[in-house]
């Protein structure tokens, strides 16, 4: 074979390489944003807002055992402050373990109250949990009891209100319970539950009869939308705890200001799932509020959510937290196509170490139980959070990407543009999309799917090792396991595969500061939330940049007008020497010209 000669050789290796880096530099993915275009006020649900639980044991029996540590609460508020939803629990268990010892009970009310008013004088809102009935109150001697005694336990709440929203006037919103369907939680039965509703619902009714102030009261706080005390599923949504709460707050008149259930998942667009009745939860869940004539436009807030596979301890919520960090704008922005109103992040804090035998490790902040002082930190979510807290007040309504995995959300605040760019990729896309689609499907087809999931045929469809084709089933299941594959197969390029992403700013002229902050494989515990790139950009109009957008990763680039520097004051140059004075007359002319 005949060789080339070496300056061909050499001129076609560096043509090939020039060639390859064009290609590399060709981005997959553009997004172009009018900065001069008009904005929405930033929806409620990008707010940082968070439960405040944690640890679910201090040595100091004066500080409520379910919520964080003060020090983890000084740093949030600290760092990103208490301007938003806030979920505590207020166990009333708890307190009254103290009756014997009224100074340190007095004082585990103080440290509560402390809380309620630090978050309503910075302008927040608390939802407080009414959670444990007190020892005596119920039908057996456990928090988890519903109350026997309805009398006593209405005097008892109604006291508790009265000061905290009619005399003190803190912004607290009132909710009944939480997880009522989980005997973990709760010890009684549906109606049980509605009677404990009930309940508090009258007492809040007399109070406002009295004061003449609205106290906003919700429930019930289920596993999930479609949950109910007896095992139920979203094929039979009527059934749900949800339903009976709408229908039983019209047939008695009640107040029911906002409904709340919880949603754990990895799927980042749970809250879109589809309904039996062909509409999606939200609005089904709409429908019963119009068919009962309550407010289709009560808030409905998912109270309590994570990134979660099951599994009390997952590495994805420490060591790689950098996943569940992604996972967190990517659920918010599905939560707010969907039309959900709120939400609440579940936890500011880790469990461990408690009487009550819980680890989790769903918190913001890691803490050590075994040292004797407060040793603990954040983790890349918290990161995150300090993110969302930059966000402006109007959110850009342009659209975004058409991507499955990376997503923007781009606002502007009176003197800044934060775009918020992440890459999340579902670790279970396959059966998830399936999940939120199965209920529209008849019961044969759903049969046939479930049957599908359990047997190894899935993960063989799933791998190209069955075609799809050569299944007895209907068109329709054919189409939804075709969509599966499609789905897994973009996962599992792009979990491993950065990605590139082209961005243009139109309308964004003169010079401006540029600070981008990343969290990615390289951040998961106490990394500290600082700028990995500094600035100054020069824009005549348009600016473009392509980034490289990591799996599992967020970038946050804050764009800031520069300040004019202020002008040199202008120093008059100093006069010339003056010619000498001309003579006034001819005497004085022939004097000197004598002289």
Not at 445 to 467: H, P, Y
Not at 484 to 509: H, V, Y
């Amino acid at each position: 074979m005949k060789r080339l000669p070496i300056k061909v050789f050499l001129l076609f290796s560096v043509l090939c390489s020039l060639f390859s880096v064009c290609l590399a530099q060709e981005p997959d993915l553009e997004f172009t944003l009018d900065v001069a275009s008009q904005t929405i006020p930033l929806p409620k649900i990008f707010k940082p807002n968070i439960d405040l639980s944690g640890r679910g044991y201090h040595r100091d029996m004066s500080w409520p055992q379910g919520l964080a540590a003060p020090e983890v609460l000084e740093t949030w508020q600290k760092d990103i402050g208490f301007l938003g939803l806030y979920r505590m629990q207020f166990n009333l268990w708890e307190i009254h373990q103290l009756a014997k010892n009224k100074e340190a009970q007095d004082k585990l009310l103080s440290n509560y109250e402390n809380v309620i008013k630090r978050i309503s004088d910075s302008g927040g809102i608390v939802i407080l949990d009414i959670f444990g009935t007190p020892a005596g109150l119920g039908k057996v001697l456990d928090k988890k009891s519903p109350p026997v005694n309805l009398k006593a336990f209405q005097e008892l709440i109604e006291g508790c209100i009265k000061n905290l929203s009619c005399d003190k006037h803190y912004h607290i919103w009132y909710e009944v319970w939480s997880a009522p369907d989980l005997d973990d939680f709760f010890l009684g039965r549906r109606q049980d539950y509605l009677n404990l509703y009930r309940t508090v619902a009258e007492a809040i009714n007399e109070l406002e009869g009295q004061s003449k102030i609205q106290i906003p009261l919700g429930a019930p706080a289920t596993s999930s939308w479609f949950q109910d005390t007896d095992t139920n599923t979203n094929l039979t949504p009527e059934h749900s705890l949800i339903y009976e709460l709408i229908k039983f707050s019209y047939h008695y008149h009640l107040p029911l200001d906002f409904i709340t259930w919880h949603g754990f998942s990895t799927d980042p667009a749970l809250e879109k799932e589809q309904t039996i009745y062909k509409k999606p939860v939200l609005s089904l869940i709409r429908d019963w509020l119009t068919y009962f004539k309550l407010k289709r436009d009560t808030l409905l807030i998912v109270d309590e959510w994570n990134y979660d596979r099951g599994t009390n301890l997952l590495p994805e919520r420490r060591e790689r937290s950098y996943i569940a960090a992604s996972y967190i704008p990517s659920r918010l922005k599905n939560m707010y196509q969907a039309g959900l109103d709120n939400q609440l992040y579940f936890s500011l804090e880790d469990f461990q170490n408690n009487k009550e035998g819980v680890v989790r490790n769903t918190g913001v902040f890691w803490f050590d139980p075994e040292a004797s002082a407060y040793k603990g930190g954040p983790k890349a979510v918290y990161n995150v959070y300090q993110m969302l807290a930059q966000l402006g007040e109007g959110m850009f309504s342009a659209p975004g990407l058409s991507d499955e995995f990376v997503g923007v959300i781009a606002s502007r605040g009176k003197d800044s543009i934060a775009i918020l760019i992440y890459n999340y990729i579902d670790p279970d896309i396959a059966v998830n999309f399936i999940s939120r689609n199965i209920a529209v499907f008849d019961s044969a087809e759903r049969k046939f799917i479930l049957d599908l999931i359990k047997s190894d045929k899935f993960l063989k469809i799933m791998r190209g090792e069955l075609d799809i084709t050569t299944l007895r089933t209907t068109k329709e299941v054919k189409n939804l396991l075709h969509k599966a594959k499609e789905l897994n197969n973009s996962a599992a390029k792009f979990k491993d595969t950065p990605r590139s992403l082209k961005i243009t700013l139109k309308n964004l002229g003169g010079d401006y500061t540029y600070q981008k902050y990343v969290v990615d494989s390289a951040c998961a515990t106490n990394c500290k939330f600082a700028p990995l790139e500094n600035k100054d950009i020069v824009s005549a109009g348009t600016y473009q940049e392509t980034l490289e957008i990591n799996p599992y990763s967020l970038n946050l680039i804050i764009l800031k007008p520069k300040p004019k520097e202020p002008e040199a004051a202008v120093v008059p140059a100093p006069a010339a020497n003056p010619p000498a004075s001309a003579p006034t007359n001819a005497g004085d002319a022939n004097k000197t010209k004598k002289e």
